[in-house]
């Protein structure tokens, strides 16, 4: 049977192969694999192990929604340990305000604007011809395969629908996972979506499990398989993005609470903590912790008028410049390297745990597309004694927002036109605008961001769906019913809450499939406005 394919070095293993054939191989070393000239100099099989990577991905997980965050009504032990046995960041950031872009920030380890990947995708169905992560970037698992090591993901993808594009042709010898944004939980739901769970590129239609529960289980089965040498492992859960589902077992543990969509979502929160657990459990079980890098954190801040996901005391939500759109829950742990319980103050982004893994595997620091990420590891350890980074920037169409030390400029047209200006070290909920007491050290931050955005790629695509059909935003994204929605759509996600539509028999009467959003084109077909 051969193995790869013989097209380039990122390529996986072929479809045909089965999930067990699959798992098998990965257990049977690297002793087949060529590695370019250069790209690792040590033979896999001499010298010290070089550590396994695990970086689990959230999605839409609040800042205050872990109880190392501060959470008191959702108990996550399993993820508050990684923070216990490590190095929480108080303040770590997204790349982006938004899923998509911010995962390509990850696996690109640079600001995506560098290749314009701006927006979301929106549906894939209706995704702009271009959509995804350029093949000229390479991403994490490439280079961690070219260096040796054993590459897996499970989860949500959501940087590349097309051929060529998907995560198993992209350096990951094996996923499980889905292409697009969201996805159901449960079980009697997944036939009838329309993006279906895939394999290595083949459609999946026997799975019975609760989706979490179905990635823990794949996550498991990969270290099983790979825990005789160097992996990386990339879990990107799609807990908590809507929709809100759980199953009755969760559910059950938090009859307690009384608002209904709470409850659904702590029980979705419980599920991903008790699915972290079973990864750290296999570590812990392969005696693997001391030589495994593990990184936790979340791709944007939550989406609190839709999912309840809550980001206190920060301001905003998902799809907003200000901090509850980007500030995020963070945390790495590497037990005998990183110091235990520390709490580190300084700004890290999404980027940099591509950097940091990359250098924790001894691999080569990349050439012709220098990352803007830094490896963590020094100043974790107190080798560097100053910041990773003096400046950071966001940039979402006419959104946009920098921050420089303690100062940060917020661009946000919803809320007004006029730049705004804030103080994070005394003024975290960003409650009080000093762009008027302080014009100079608003030009200064202005000058940074324009620095930084002239380095920058215009975007290469805009979010498509049903307002567009796939074609920029005339036709019938100009109704008035388009229009309405639109203004209801207070955090620009492309669908409605009950919340956001207020009245509840209407909202039960646009709400078609019944998963608690409301899209347009539900919305017309209710209203019969096609």
Known sequence: MR???????SEGLRNTVTRREMLALLGAGVAGLTLPRGAWAQDVGSGPRRPNVVVILADDLGYAE????????????????IAANGVRFTDGYSTHAVCSPSRAGLMSGMYQHRFGFEHSSGPSRYAAPNFGLPRSVP?????????????????????????GLRP?????????????????????????????????????????????????????????????????????????????????AYEERFRHIGDPKRRTYAAMTAAMDDAVGRVLGKLHGHGLEENTLVFFY??????????????????????????????????????????????YPEMVMGFDVHATALAAAGSPAPTGAPLDGVDLLPYLLGRSTGRPHESL???????????????KLVRSPRDGANDMLFNLADDIGEQHDMAVQRPEQLRELQAAYDAWDGQMMPAQWVRQDGRTQGGGRGGEGNS??????????????GKLTADEVGQ???????????????TLDEARTALGNR
């Open 480 to 493: 008035q019913l388009a229009q309405r929605f639109r203004q209801l759509d207070r955090n620009g996600d």
């Open 504 to 518: 509840p028999a209407l909202f039960g009467r646009l709400d078609q499939n019944g998963d608690g959003l409301v």
């Open 393 to 407: 920037f966001w940039r979402a169409g006419p959104q946009h927002a920098a921050r420089v030390g303690h100062w």
């Open 298 to 343: 979340s791709d944007n801040g939550g989406p609190t008028p839709e999912t309840t996901s809550r980001n206190d005391p920060l301001r905003g939500f998902k799809g907003q410049m200000f901090e509850g759109g980007i500030r995020v829950p963070f945390m790495v742990q590497w037990k005998g390297t990183l110091p235990a319980g520390k709490v």
């Open 66 to 81: 872990l109880g190392a965050q501060g959470c008191q009504d959702i108990p996550t032990p399993n993820i508050d340990s």
């Open 3 to 9: 193995l790869l394919n013989q097209s380039g070095p």
């Open 168 to 248: 198993h042709e992209r350096g990951f010898d094996y996923h499980y996972g889905f292409l697009s944004g969201a996805h159901p939980y449960l079980p009697d739901r997944y036939a009838a979506y329309n993006e279906p769970l895939f394999r290595n590129g083949e459609v999946v239609t026997d799975e019975g499990e609760y989706l979490t529960d179905a990635f823990a289980r794949e996550a498991a089965d990969f270290i099983d398989g790979s825990k005789d040498k160097p992996f990386f492992l990339y879990l990107a859960f799609n807990a908590v993005h809507s929709p809100l589902e759980a199953s009755r």
């Open 139 to 163: 991403t994490l698992a490439e280079k961690l395969k070219a260096a040796g090591y054993a590459t897996g993901m499970v989860g949500k993808w959501h940087i590349g629908f097309k051929e």
